[in-house]
């Protein structure tokens, strides 16, 4: 799926009719480890919307990583950001997200998230959400902060100066995977063209075997993931040696080690 040449990103949307095939669930997930290229594979996603629809996409982004690679796309107005890093009801916000509500300002204005209305979908052509990993910690590190009591209390409670921290238990991972997996679906049945996830790479196990897949808090959840998009998507990293007509002073080689994506 991801092609490599001359050093660069491969631009998958730019594969064409011999590239990504949606299916009825025209969501897909890009996953791989840090620095192979999931935020600018987002600015191409949108572009690709741009040129194929002449709509936006809309951004919604968990902090981590920042988005400087697409800096250029918002700027332009291909891409409408939404980040949710400081969100205190990140649950949710969660689920108004996937049921279409954007942040906007009402009649007091104040900042809040506002359902969508007819004219919303003649101007929003695709979402991409960055992404997986960072909902699932945004949403646990709210359960520090708060201590629900599902099926099971937190583990512990530890408090300083009039700080608390809650341990978390098996109940929360639990949620959270459900409230993941419900939002896949959420956002892949909004009437728009394309939903895009990221996520980072995790390792799991399926029958006593190491699996790969997206990180998802708890290793059960990296094996069942993948079926809840249309399409799966794999950076990888590698390094090459590329020739310099200057050898190195140490080593007398005359190669330097380039990172590939």
Known sequence: WILTGAGCLCNIFKLGSQGVHMTENHSLCFYGGSGCGKTTQIGYFADYIRRTTGKQTRLIHTGDGGWDPIQAYIDAGVIDICNVAGSTTPVAALIKLRRGWWPGVNAEGKPVLQAPTEE?????????????????????????????????????????????????????????????????RG???????????????????????????????????????????????????????????????????????????
């Open 120 to 184: 919303t979908w003649s101007k929003v052509g695709a979402y991409a959400i960055e992404g997986l990993t960072g909902w699932g910690q945004l949403i646990m590190n709210h359960f520090h902060r708060v201590g629900p009591s599902l099926s099971q209390d937190p583990s512990y409670k530890f408090e300083e100066a009039g700080e608390v921290f809650y341990g978390g238990n098996m109940t929360y991972y639990g949620l959270i995977q459900d409230l993941l997996h419900d939002a896949v």
């Open 187 to 261: 956002f892949s049945a909004l009437p728009v063209s394309r939903t895009m996830w990221t996520a980072l790479e995790a390792t799991g196990a399926e029958d006593r075997s190491t699996i790969y897949g997206p990180d998802i808090l708890g290793r059960k959840a990296v094996g069942r993931s993948p079926a809840w998009f249309g399409v799966m998507l794999h950076g990888e990293m590698y390094t090459v040696n590329e020739p310099t007509s200057t050898p190195d002073p140490i080593t007398l080689q005359s190669f330097v080690p380039r990172v590939r994506r």
